[in-house]
DNA sequence: GCTATACTGTATACACCATATACAATTATT
DNA sequence: AATAATTGTATATGGTGTATACAGTATAGC
């Protein structure tokens, strides 16, 4: 009945504008000239720039005259520029979700999880720098969600560890995406030989990191290891397995003692 | 000799002036007339600012017109508003690191640990919203690095592998830090009621998210647990004690496999 | 087919933002 | 007392996101 239409229409229209474009929620228009812009085209192009200039160099007067249009056409597609950030982090989370690939246990899925998450993040360093709003609510990060989720399905895990399970995989996706990004930075800036971008930051904190004040800090700041931002990939790689390694053995305890 | 400390003076000089400031190598002048503001004024202000009124409000203008005086007046203590960024994480890290209190195991200290970085999140919600830009390399910031170092010390572990446990625990830390501050918004936005602030997100998914597309979240979702808005504490609290859980269990597991 | 309507892209304007620069006032050193 | 350094300020520049008003255009209903 349309009562609960237009409660259904409420609910929907609650959502940000970006979400609405998402989800293919806004009904194109028949009259007036068709537009020669496209929310798809706009964010490819926002997408192209960050890619290649960085998060900030994503303005809307850059987007618009990237594609020969004033600044102001874009808002006749997208509402704010906060949408438009949005759609840009839906626009890369759209992966395949590999098969219920039934040869690999639980572990190699998530760390496949993990793996894919990761390889976004820096095939898109701009990723990380656009803030949590808050939870997703657009259809491929959401699919982002649903697929750790079933490949946890048939674990003896509550539905909120599940979800725990997922908030803790993603979130350590997140955050070594973001020491991996900067690292990819470094590196850059480090093969630019006139940008010294600071990489001398390890000697200066092997002046400033006394044993007195930093007893358990000095030993790994003089051994080097503190500061590689000599781009020590295979490190950082490993830095990256243990961390993981620990988490899924962490999981896989409590999932055995759930058996028991 | 005067090479070396030319040298010396070189990779000091070679920080971001922030971080000068904060080790306090930048000598006051002696001419001129001196300053009736201070570096430490500024910061305070600004961190007084971001806490009432978020990041987006401290502006250069907002700061120094909140002391008085004019916008450019603050560049005679700070270089440029990133510098002034650093200092304010800075300001907020100036935590006493507990006693090696001996009677707890380093489970409970490391437990203790985060517990007293998402306490700094949450106090100042506007910390993560300051873009990582690298290692840390502020005192106080590096304090938050030696003490959970310290708390390892005498565990069978690499340097290496120390380090990386460091920043699995500053890295979960963190991400649970987003999570809560995200969670306190939404609640205080909900407190206002006139903002209806997309706490109908929750109805609106359940009309999107069906189960042949999302089979796994779709019986969260159907469930309520997926967008607990409403504040649901307790339930956060759970997720975040049931990662945490895991990740110790993890590491726990490997040392005694190391002592094995 | 005509008209009313809704939509398009644009131009202009506004309120911010960080910060470069020039300047007068002030103070310590020479 | 003269010099030189440092302070706070005023002004200006080039950026940002976006509100608004407008002229042109294509469709919907009559």
């Known amino acids: 009945m349309s009562g609960d239409d237009t409660m259904d ?3 929907l229209n609650s959502l940000p504008h970006g979400a609405q474009l998402a989800w293919g929620l806004v009904k194109p228009s ?3 000239p068709k537009g020669e812009l496209s929310v798809g085209k706009i964010v490819e192009t926002a997408v192209g720039i960050a890619d290649r200039e960085g998060l900030p160099a994503v ?3 850059r987007v618009a005259s990237s594609l020969g249009f004033t600044t102001m056409s874009l808002y006749r597609y997208i509402k704010s520029k906060d949408d438009l950030l949005m759609l840009m982090t839906e626009a890369v989370c759209d992966i395949q979700v590999p098969e219920e690939s039934e040869g690999k246990g639980w572990r190699d899925q998530l760390r496949e ?3 894919i998450c990761i390889r976004i ?3 898109h360093p701009w990723f990380t720098d656009i803030p949590i ?3 997703p609510i657009t259809p491929n990060n959401l699919k982002m969600v649903d697929w750790p989720l079933r490949i946890l399905q048939n674990l003896p895990l509550s539905e909120y560890e599940k979800m725990s399970t ?5 979130g350590y996706s997140r955050f070594y995406g973001v020491i991996m990004r900067d690292m990819d930075r470094a590196i850059e800036a480090g093969a630019n030989p006139d940008s010294f971008s600071g990489l001398m930051y390890g000697e200066a904190l092997r002046q400033l990191v006394t044993p007195e004040a930093y007893p358990a800090l000095y030993p790994i700041v003089a051994a080097g290891v503190y500061t590689e931002d000599d781009g020590n990939k295979d490190e950082a790689q490993n830095d990256f397995d243990f961390g993981l390694e620990r988490i899924l053995d962490g999981i896989e305890l409590h999932v055995s003692r759930a058996r028991a």
Chains 1, 2 share one sequence.
């Open 113 to 115: 999880y993990v793996e």
């Open 166 to 170: 997922v908030l803790l995989m993603s």
């Open 133 to 135: 709003m808050g939870v």
């Open 30 to 32: 028949t009259r007036g």
């Open 59 to 61: 303005s809307m007067n």
């Open 121 to 123: 993040m820096r095939a």
């Open 9 to 11: 229409e409420d609910s």
